[in-house]
């Protein structure tokens, strides 16, 4: 009778566990829909709102300071927005958003981990207005917007980035020629 209590307390365990995963934990919001707009500072004190990048691909990403995978995935991404920047004429930009309590942490992160990219928000790891909007759980997460800011990817890896970005580049290109050879 006791083996049998054990089997079903796991049982429960784990099924309490897979619906943490992947109900709770999920991203608020999916492929297709529009990514909800907002407005604040820079950690320069630079206003923002997610509406000017209308017109660009751009990666909304969360991270954390603290965060293992996302210190891991950094500077791929940076490498992967210096490659792209000048060949995609500023059609492709990040929009860091750091949950930390520290921002002289952060900027030392920033420039140690050479995150050129302009746009650098902070928000409290406890939370804030725009981790809220996102019903932001955990970090990394990010959102892949198109031009009309509608979400064309969620949590995408660099391989996925990069394609996306390859895709974007022969589009700009097959442009430049078309319009180059009228």
């Not at 930009?93 to 981990?113: K, Y």
């Not at 909007?133 to 997460?141: A, D, S």
Request: charged content about 20%; hydrophobic content about 40%; some cysteine.
């Amino acid at each position: 009778m006791k083996i049998f209590q054990y089997i079903i307390f796991f049982i429960l365990a784990a099924l309490v566990y897979v619906l943490y995963q992947y109900m709770y934990m999920k991203p608020a919001f999916m492929v297709g829909e529009k990514a909800p707009s907002f407005r604040t500072q820079t950690i320069d004190g630079k206003n923002f709102s997610l509406d000017d990048m209308s017109g660009k691909l751009v990666l909304l990403d969360f991270w954390g300071t603290w965060c293992g995978p996302c210190r891991k995935q950094l500077p791929e991404l940076s490498k992967l927005y210096r490659t792209y920047r000048d060949s995609l004429h500023g059609t492709f930009e990040v929009v860091s958003v750091a949950m930390d309590d520290d921002t002289a942490a952060l900027r030392s992160v920033i420039n140690s981990d050479s995150l050129v990219w302009p746009v650098h928000l902070r928000e409290s790891k406890s939370g804030g207005p725009i981790i809220a909007l996102y019903q932001i759980k955990k970090v990394p997460t990010s959102y892949l917007l198109n031009d009309q800011g509608q979400i064309i990817s969620v949590n995408p890896d660099m391989n996925e980035l990069k394609s996306w970005l390859e895709k974007i580049d022969q589009v700009h290109h097959s442009k430049t020629k078309s319009g180059a050879t009228n």
